[in-house]
Each structure stands twice: as C-alpha cells, then as structure tokens.
C-alpha cells in the first residue's frame, strides 16, 4: 500500500468502508413474510410506535454531539444515538412492508407530519444542550427509556413476527449497554457535587411526568399482543420499577412524587398527540428532505 487511501477502493472488493457500501443488510436472512393472521394496519402501527420511540430519541441525543460535559461522552450518546437509529430503520421497514404502500424509511422518517408520528411523548421534550436542556434531564429520561425499551426486547424476541423478533433479539445487546450507560451517570451525578446531586434530582423531576404514558396500553398493542405479534407495556411496570428502585436506591435518591402527564381528550403520543416540542425537532429533523424532495448524494 503506497499511501493510507490506497485501500478505500480496490477493484477486487465490494465491500467499502468510507462509502458504506456492500455489506449484508441486517435482515438478510430473515423470513420477511407477514405471518398470515396478522392485521397488517396493526403492525403497520406498532412498529410505527417502536420506529417512531428509537427514530426520535434518536434525534434528541445526537443534539449532544460536541456538547456533552466531556469527550467520551459526546462518542458514548452519538453511539447510543446511532444504535437506536439502527433499530429506527428496521422497524420503518418493517411498517412499510406491512402497510403494502411505494414508501421506504426515509419516506416514514422526512415526509409524515406530527400528527402521524406515534412515539411516546417522553422521547420527543427537549432536554438538550440548548436553552431549557439539561444534561442530567437527558440522563433520566435514557435510564427510564432504556430500562423499559430493554424490558421490552426481551419479551419481542418471542414475537411471532421474524422481523420484531430478530430486530429485538439484536436491540437487547444494544440496549442493555444504553440502560448500564445511565446508570452510571445516574450514579455519578447523584453522588458528586451537591449541585450535580441538584440537577440529578431535577431532572428526574422533568421527565416523570412523561413515564407512565409508556405502560398505557394502546389497543394495538393490546390486539396484537394476544395474537403473539406484540407486547403489552403495562405487563412491564413491575420489572422496570424494579430496577428504578435499585438504581436509585444505589444513587440515594428516592421516586419523583410527580403527577402524570394528561392526556388529550384520552388521546397522547400513540395516537399522533405531541408536546409543542415535536414540532420544532420535526423542523430541523425533516428540513434537508423536504428542502431538497428526491436529491440523492
């Protein structure tokens, strides 16, 4: 090799780092037929809801990117961010091919408005290195997020669909360092300096709120869970308070007494109901796509 670019191109290799081509798609081998009783509306929106979590919180962490309170951690939530974006990409497939309609993931992710994305609203506040943001509000809401999305993988990797399935058989790995990640700043925060200990408890404050909106079954996900497809949020409360309590108690901090987010007229994030901070992510999310409809680079 006569200089360090030689090996970005090789005729006799189709694989390429730089370009980001010729490598298995993460699917390949997977069966993507839609199991036959399956309501294809149904899980069209159930892996809207999952997309739309991952796609979203996805967005809210890369805002840390050279933001973050050290080096590490800007590399550390940018992987977690791309994680989820992996995982967002999957699932926006997935709904696409379910909904049977001439659209992909990126037609899912830049195209629809707010009201037809059905993340949970925990996701989409803003707790980022802007005005109102906050690194430790960012913390807490990965350590909810990711304990229950972890809860949540577990049981999906038994989903009678082999896409779920395989998407959270490989999400469980993923996630579990997301969930260990908190934790650890969780930790960190709580016992350092009484300002940071502040901030901990504050921001356990801003974003509870927004957490039992993620054990409300939506009726979807109640249809398909008991056909095997789906999971039911509210049969993972009791493990994911579990392990709050443990971190907590490990952090000495003690359960936010907060009362619960309302919903709209019994409507909320599942059903495309949105904080006024959806809007304005979906602006810088959405802005290069819809600028510029079908450029390609």
Not at 81 to 106: F, I, K, N, S, Y
Not at 211 to 219: A, G, I, Q, S
């Amino acid at each position: 090799m006569n200089n360090a670019y030689d090996g970005l191109v090789d005729a006799g290799e189709e694989r390429h780092w730089a370009f980001g081509t010729g490598f298995t798609a993460a699917l390949s081998g997977v069966d993507r037929a839609l199991p036959a009783d399956v309501d294809r509306e149904d899980l069209t929106a159930y892996c809207l809801m999952l997309g739309d979590d991952a796609l979203i919180l996805s967005q809210r962490l890369a805002e840390w990117c050279s933001r973050a309170p050290e080096l590490e951690e800007d590399v550390a939530l940018a992987n977690i961010a791309l994680d989820l974006l992996g995982q967002a990409r999957l699932l926006l497939t997935r709904a696409a091919e379910a909904d049977g309609v001439a659209c992909d993931e990126d037609a899912l992710a830049f195209t629809r408005d707010e009201h037809e994305f059905r993340n949970a609203r925990l996701v989409e506040i803003d707790c980022g290195p802007g005005p109102g943001g906050d690194f430790a509000a960012t913390i807490a809401r990965l350590l909810v997020f990711a304990t229950f999305r972890l809860a949540l993988l577990q049981r999906l990797a038994g989903s009678r669909d082999p896409v779920l399935a395989a998407v959270a058989a490989k999400g469980v790995k993923e996630v579990a360092y997301h969930r260990d990640h908190a934790a650890q700043w969780t930790l960190r925060l709580a016992g350092g300096t009484e300002f940071s200990r502040e901030r901990m408890v504050a921001g356990l404050d801003r974003v509870w709120p927004y957490v039992d909106e993620l054990f409300t079954t939506h009726p979807v996900e109640a249809r398909l869970a008991d056909a095997g497809i789906a999971v039911d949020p509210a049969e993972l409360r009791a493990e994911v308070d579990d392990v709050l309590d443990t971190v907590f108690a490990a952090a000495g901090l003690t359960r936010p007494e907060v009362a619960p987010l309302a919903s709209v007229n019994g409507r909320a994030g599942r059903d495309g109901v949105h904080t006024e901070a959806m809007g304005y992510l979906l602006a810088e999310m959405q802005h290069v796509h819809r600028s510029m409809p079908g450029a390609t680079w």
